[in-house]
């Protein structure tokens, strides 16, 4: 799949949730995935931001929370959205758990594997991402064992 990257030009409010700043959209992204990352360029600087798109609007999360305006602030800026740049290759926590675990990760197509490494990469703590990793292993068929 080759890179591109798709600008879409955004606007919204600023509010603070319990996690830190949160840029609302003044409309809901459409026809995008969903807890994506992007980039907003936001008064000449790129801010990294997580994309979180609920029922009826669409909410960026800063990662770097000192990037947001105050709360209460109008913003408008250019989401930036990476496309075709998501990895294929397992990490090494994932194939690490599931050679111990005694199960084989080869039996997924290119479509489950892209989902795996999606919910895996979208995990916002180590103790979330422990948690997936066990998940998606403990969900995962028992590998062929070798007869020697």
């Known amino acids: 799949m080759a890179s591109t990257t798709l600008n879409v030009f955004v606007h919204g409010t600023v ?37 979180l798109t609920l029922d009826d609007v669409t909410v960026l999360r800063p990662v770097d929370h000192s ?6 602030t109008r913003w408008q800026g250019t989401l930036h959205l990476p496309h075709g740049l998501r990895p294929r290759t397992v990490p090494p926590d ?5 050679v111990r675990e005694g199960r084989s990760l080869t ?18 703590t180590p103790t979330i991402r422990r948690a997936r990793v066990e998940a998606i292993v403990s969900a995962l068929p028992m590998a062929a064992r070798s007869t020697q």
Do not use: C, M, W
């Open 94 to 98: 994932l194939q690490d758990s599931a």
């Open 15 to 51: 509010t603070h949730g319990p996690e830190g700043p949160l840029l609302v959209l003044s409309g809901r992204l459409d026809g995008h995935d969903t807890f994506l990352r992007g980039n907003l360029e936001l008064a000449g600087k790129l801010v990294p931001v997580r994309i």
């Open 67 to 72: 990037a947001a305006p105050p709360a209460g």
């Open 107 to 124: 039996t997924l197509d290119e479509a489950e594997l892209r989902y795996v490494l999606t919910f895996l990469s979208e995990s916002t």
